[in-house]
């Protein structure tokens, strides 16, 4: 950890940097499987797909820079590489072979269902051990990825 004069105990912030550096990973993977999707998607509306994956892959790359710079502020490193994002991600690999848009729907809608809910756990973390505003920037996120799922569902059909 570096020095720094936020108030927060070392512990806390150790803790809320380990927490960041997680969903710092993640969401690296969760933005290039939103872009493998956009270069990949295929069907007939295709255009509409390819560039909602788009503005969804911008969006997620905002809270990895929310995400990163919290870690920061606390004194920590951010650990923002591809190489530990493939090391650490929690979410499900994915699946390269697919190309119709309701595959990749499906697919987007999976992960960022994956990642808003680990979000909301990393709320009630960070706010078990006393740091608020890590819990606020969690819940930033989980707002925010909660817009982007509503939005990819919209693009799918129900039953």
Known sequence: MRQTKNTLSQNIRARSVELLNRHL??????????KQAHWNVRGPTFIAVHELFD?????????????????????????????VAVKQSF????????ALEKEHLFAIGSALAAFGQSARSAIDE???YGDADTADVFTEVSR???????RVE?????E
Not at 58 to 65: F, H, K, L, P, S
Not at 144 to 150: E, F, H, P, S
């Open 25 to 34: 990973a993640a969401s690296i993977d969760l933005q290039a499987q939103v």
């Open 55 to 83: 503005k969804v892959a911008e969006e997620i790359e905002n809270y990895a820079d929310t995400i990163a710079e919290r870690a920061g502020a606390l004194g920590g490193i951010a650990h923002g590489t591809v190489q």
């Open 91 to 98: 979410l499900v690999p994915y699946p390269i072979a697919i």
């Open 126 to 128: 960070a706010s078990a």
């Open 144 to 150: 925010g990825i909660d817009a982007q799922l509503w």
């Open 154 to 158: 919209s693009h799918s059909i129900s």
